[in-house]
């Protein structure tokens, strides 16, 4: 069985040790198990893919419990990955961190951390105002936001303060350091996003 990807959940950041003393930031991540709920097919659905289930849970809704009731758990997360040789894989089958490879390229999709309203210095990194010349208020401001006579108006998307992060973001050109399959645990070169805790989706980049 070949599918492209998983789920799993951000634990945090550490450090390890390549051969030549030199440190580098990894991200550990639970990654799995997941269990196969549902194989969809282009004769049936309209496409190909293998959705998979994460994250145990009682507190499902009825049509989620009976969609899931064929692959024997119940889960709060459902998401859909790429796969190949779809005659292997079956409903209940678990997938685990067996799928991946040291030195695997993935990519590594998440929910940046919500830093709510904020201001165009946080949220876009603007320089502020002069520090003298009178301007005892303006270190933090964004400055001009458009002409008066014409446009008269400001542009829709101009960079202004406004709600920052808790958005989806993907990361891609990471690699997997090391593998625990005994734990089902990846350790991935670099950071992810989101918070501890958080749920991400882990694919092999092509």
């Known amino acids: 069985m070949k599918i492209n990807g998983i789920i799993g959940k951000k634990l945090g950041m550490s450090l390890i040790y390549d051969d030549s003393g030199n440190a580098l930031p990894v991200t550990l991540v639970q990654a799995g198990p997941c269990t196969v709920t549902q194989v969809k097919t282009e004769s049936k659905d309209g496409y190909d893919s293998v959705q998979v289930g994460f994250s145990e849970s009682k507190r499902i809704n009825s049509p989620q419990k009976g969609h899931q009731k064929r692959s024997g758990?119940?889960?709060?997360?459902?998401?859909?990955?790429?796969?190949?040789?779809?005659?292997?894989?079956?409903?209940?089958?678990?997938?685990?961190?067996e799928i991946f490879e040291e030195d695997t390229k993935i990519k590594v999709t998440g929910t940046t951390k919500g830093r709510g309203f904020s201001g165009g210095v946080r949220r876009y990194g603007f320089k502020g105002g002069p520090k003298t010349h009178g301007q005892s208020d303006r270190h933090r401001a964004v400055g001009s936001i458009g002409a008066g006579s014409s446009p008269g108006r400001v542009w829709p998307g101009t960079r202004m303060p406004g709600r920052y992060g808790n958005e989806k973001a993907t990361v891609k050109g990471l690699s997997v350091a090391k593998i625990d399959n005994d734990n089902n645990i990846l350790v991935i070169?670099?950071?992810?996003?989101?918070?501890?805790?958080?749920?991400?989706?882990?694919?092999?980049?092509?």
């Open 189 to 206: 070169n670099g950071s992810v996003p989101g918070p501890n805790g958080s749920t991400l989706r882990i694919e092999i980049q092509k």
């Open 73 to 97: 758990g119940q889960f709060s997360i459902l998401q859909e990955f790429a796969a190949e040789d779809f005659d292997q894989i079956e409903v209940g089958q678990e997938i685990t961190t």
